[in-house]
């Protein structure tokens, strides 16, 4: 299988970006499409995380109230919304995914993927 990570780029703060996940040949046994982002001096950050199953999200402290996870089953995609962005926002952003399901608490847990795909880069800057 194979994902694919899309939609970065160089945005204002207080601005929005729609990243895209296309996650091609997964079966329904990856329950888990999560994205992490690393940015440069910095560990990578679970950022928020779906349930394919069944729709379930979750957010870190960072991402709540600013961006929004989604899914569409029917195109393989995942979908990150993210607005009111701000500078400390700025990195590279994975999607990636694991065999399993997992509890709720530790879904933005980085160590618990293990496939991922390429980043796209996203910069906060004016």
């Known amino acids: 299988f194979q994902l694919q990570a899309s939609g970065g780029g160089l945005v204002q703060p207080g601005g929005s970006l729609r990243l895209a996940c296309k996650a091609s040949g997964l079966t329904s046994d990856y329950y888990h499409i999560v994205w992490i982002r690393q940015a440069p001096g910095k560990e990578r950050e679970g950022v928020s995380v779906?349930?394919?199953?069944?729709?379930?999200?979750r957010y870190a402290d960072s991402a709540k109230g600013r961006f929004t996870i989604s899914r569409d089953n029917a195109r393989n995609m995942v979908y990150l919304q993210m607005n009111d962005l701000k500078p400390e926002d700025t990195a590279v952003y994975y999607c990636a995914t694991r065999f399993g399901r997992l509890v709720l608490s530790a879904t933005l847990s980085v160590a618990q993927y293990h496939y991922w795909g390429q980043g796209t880069q996203v910069t906060v800057s004016s």
């Open positions: 779906i349930n394919r199953r069944d729709g379930t999200t």
